[in-house]
């Protein structure tokens, strides 16, 4: 819980740019994200953690939240490596993006910058298509 509120607060840090977005939307994807954890702590964490949500007919918007928060997204070709359902894992909607780059840029509790988060991927092998998506999603929100 703490991490997800962290994420939240992080939220805030973004949000002020836009105008039009659905504000109780992030808020609710941010404090959900996670709940996949209930189940696993690996990557499927987010694709279990929408379809548990779906079990209880949460909002899609919700669901779709928790399905695309990881990193900046997963493409069709990375998901079919990591063995997750032929779904689209990047982000498309504006509150997806907000929530899923606030997750980007929390180290547990705590609050770091994108050159953290860089090198973080960078150690962990990530490829570079996920870190030049992070980057992309980076510019595009942070104004």
Avoid at 57 to 84: F, M, P, W, Y
Wanted: proline residues 3%.
């Amino acid at each position: 819980m703490d991490h997800s509120t962290t994420v939240y607060e992080r939220t805030k840090d973004i949000t002020p740019h836009y105008d039009n977005i659905d504000l109780d939307l992030i808020k609710a994807g941010a404090m959900l994200h996670d709940v996949g954890r209930t189940v696993t702590n690996d990557i499927k964490h987010a694709y279990l953690g929408a379809d548990l949500l779906r079990q209880l007919n949460v909002d899609e918007k919700i669901c779709k939240i928790t399905e695309r928060h990881i990193g900046a997204g997963i493409s069709a070709k990375e998901a079919q490596k990591l063995r997750l359902p032929p779904r689209n894992y990047i982000p498309q909607t504006l509150e997806e993006k907000i929530v899923a780059h606030a997750d980007n840029l929390v180290h547990g509790t705590e609050p770091v910058d994108l050159d953290f988060v860089i090198n973080k991927w960078t150690k962990k092998g990530m490829a570079t298509e996920s870190i030049d998506r992070l980057i992309k999603l980076h510019n595009e929100l942070i104004k």
